[in-house]
Structures are given as C-alpha cells and as structure tokens.
C-alpha cells in the first residue's frame, strides 16, 4: 500500500514503551504515516513478532510503504541519529548556508548557494532531521519539497489574489521581517497592499537590510540614497526577488490583509505597532512613541 500523500516526512513521531499493536497502528494512521491501520496490525501481527517492536522517536526521511513502515518499527530502525537542522522564518539563503556548514560534515557551502540564491523564498522554514553525511543539494531538494507541500493546499487561494505566487512570497518575505506576530503581519500587509495599491513606495527597511547585509540599527540616512531595485524609499513596486524565506503564517497574512485605511506603521522600543492613515498622524506617532 502506498504512503499517504501527507506522509509526515521528518517528523518526529515517538512510539511509548507500552503500547500494543493496535494501538502503534491506529497511531501511525493518524499521524498519516501509513494509510491503513488494520493492514499495519496484520503485518505486524503475521510477519513480525510483536515484542521486537522497539519503543522510540522514529524519524521518516522519505516516504515509504506499510511494508516498510512495518519493518522498521520491527528493527529499530528509528533514524534517531539525525542531526536537527533548525531554519527559522525570515532567513536567507545565506543563513542557512552558514547553519548548515557548521552542522553537516560534507556541506558544500558555495555550491549550496549557487543553486539557493534563485530560489530565495522558496527555502520553507521548518526543523528537519538530516543524515550528517548529507548534501549541499540534497538539503536544498528537502526545503523545496516541503515549499511544495505547505503550498499545494493555498494555491487556489493564491489564483483568486490579485499578486501571482511570486508577489505573494515576495510580499510574504517582507511582512515576516516586518512585522512580529500573525496579527501584526495581517495589519502590515494590508497596509503594504494599500501602498502598492496606491503606487506609494513601500518604504520598508527590511529590503535595504537585504541588499546592504546590514542589521536595522546599522543603517544609516545615506542608506536610504542607494540605487538599488531593492531600495524600496526609492522606488514602487515589490523588490525583484523575496528578501528572506518566510513561513506560512506570514503568506497566510498576505492572502488574509486586515483591511483597514491604513498607510504608516511604527513599532516602538517595546514591540508594539501604531498605525497612521496620513502622514501627520504618522508624525504624530512618531513624536509620541519614538522620542
């Protein structure tokens, strides 16, 4: 029987000392490891001695069958030796390139941003168990594979907004850095969409941290002068490429703006957001929550 299509590829599923067969199946089936329970119960009863079932975390780096799936829970074979690689929402390619280089013994750094830059935005965030061994490209199929699979249930979404897939990750690459939690990011991408709506620039900081390698604090007013496509001061429009890889809240947030008349934000020393729809109020904002 063939793996279900959400197969929970690098998920850690743990199986507790105690448990019966039956038990571990209807498990495994809610977990979307194997499609039927009954059909796991039977191998496991028929080909396998039951007390060789090993109590663990088990580790699925591909998809496999209820055969397969039977035969590892019967050898402990639990892949609990992989290595946790944890990319965070928000990072760039080459981020991740310096996390992996310092975790797996044969990263091939450059030639992982090679192959990455392009696809900056598309490297999904998650924790992924990974052999030590593994590789530069390999690394890189993984986050593309799990893209592929978080966006697979939104494009249709996706098709009814008025941005192509690309504006949204592009837009989603912004609102991530942007912004600080799922309600903020819905705020800041209506008032984003507002602006670009209007033709406004967007005025972002996180696209010059992007082009210019720099921290917000590291800014300068000069910065705000630079010829780039991504200086979003200069010019309107989305910048040509995402700015980071954001996670799925931050899309959910694009495709889902809080509509509002909004065009200002800030954010003062405590995290908290004010919102202006002119530029007075957004001076005044300014004057009260940044002196």
Known sequence: QKPPADFPLNKPIEIISGLSVREISHLLQERNVVQSNWLLNFILLTKYNPSDIKASTYIFT?????????????????????????????????????????LLANFDKNGFLIEAVPLEGKLFPDTYFIPNNYSAHELLVMMLTNYEKNLEPIREHIKQSPLTENEVIILASIVEREANSPETMKYVSGILQNRLGLGIPLQ?????????????????????????????YLN????????????????????????????????????????????????????????
């Not at 799936?69 to 892949?79: I, P, Q, T, W």
């Not at 809240?249 to 908290?272: C, F, H, M, R, W």
């Not at 919102?275 to 005044?284: D, I, R």
């Open 204 to 232: 972002v900081d996180a696209s010059l941290e992007y082009i210019l390698d720099k921290t917000l604090p590291e800014l300068k007013p000069s910065d705000l002068e630079i010829v780039s496509p991504y200086n979003t």
């Open 62 to 102: 591909e998809p496999i069958n209820t055969f397969a799936v039977a035969k590892r829970l019967s050898s402990g074979d639990f892949a609990s030796d992989l290595i946790r690689f944890t990319h965070i929402e928000g990072e760039r390619a080459l981020q991740i390139a310096d996390s992996a280089n310092e």
């Open 236 to 291: 309107t429009g989305l910048p040509p490429t995402p700015i980071g890889n954001p996670g799925l809240e931050s899309i959910q947030a694009v495709l889902n703006p809080i509509k509002s008349n909004y065009l200002y934000y800030i954010t003062d020393d405590l995290g908290n957001f004010h919102y202006a729809s002119n530029f007075e109020e957004h001076k005044a904002n300014i004057a009260k929550y940044l002196r």
